[in-house]
């Protein structure tokens, strides 16, 4: 094959400067498709990973068997999870006990809140009465949780809470660089 182009370049009388630009831009050409082909599967994984990191969701990974939430820039994770099918961003706080809801986004998300007296929580901000409710259905990537108990209030504000009575759920849990790693 190679004395076949090389004759037909020789019959034209190419000059060999040109000949081998040409040969190596065809060389990088069959290389770089071969990269491609050999690696579609690394895109692939990086494609999902960068739009999942744009659309603020966790990274699943090992077959769904962990989720990986990179750290914000504020230094916190946080994480757009559903709730009862609606998209509600949540900050994983170790330091705090239950999960919590703003009473916005428990009344979009159709949280029931139990009947009876508030409950006293104490926040970073101070002391908040709020009320008791479950959440149907939380889903956070792979990990799911049904009739999960919350607290809601109007005090949260728009910062949703899955504290440690979420983390405890897990298997397992840690921070991995600046990856926080949940397993199932």
Same mark, same amino acid.
């Given at each position: 094959m190679l004395v076949l182009v090389g004759s037909a370049? @020789? @019959?034209? +009388?190419v000059p060999w400067g040109q000949t081998a630009k040409m040969a190596a831009a065809?060389?990088?050409?069959f290389a770089a498709a071969f990269v491609g082909f050999s690696l579609k599967?690394?895109?692939?994984?990086? /494609?999902? #990973?960068? *739009? *999942?990191?744009s659309r603020g969701e966790g990274i699943a990974t090992d077959g769904g068997k962990a989720l990986r939430i990179g750290r914000r820039e504020? /230094? #916190?994770?946080w994480i757009a999870g559903r709730v009862n099918g609606e998209t509600i961003d949540f900050l994983i706080d170790s330091g705090a006990s239950v999960t919590s809801l703003g009473a916005a986004d428990a009344a979009r998300a159709h949280v029931v809140i139990a009947g009876g007296p508030p409950v006293p929580v104490e926040t970073a901000n101070g002391?908040?009465?709020a009320g008791s409710g479950t959440i149907d259905r939380l889903e956070l990537g792979p990990i799911r949780r049904a009739h999960w108990p919350v607290h809601? @209030?109007?005090?949260? /504000? +728009?910062?949703?809470?899955?504290g440690m009575d979420f983390l405890s759920s897990l298997s397992a849990w840690g921070v991995e660089g600046g990856t926080l790693v949940l397993r199932p």
């Open positions: 370049l @020789a @019959a034209r +009388r065809w060389a990088l050409i599967d690394e895109f692939m994984a990086l /494609g999902r #990973h960068v *739009a *999942a990191k504020d /230094g #916190h994770f002391m908040v009465l809601v @209030a109007a005090a949260f /504000g +728009r910062t949703n809470v899955l």
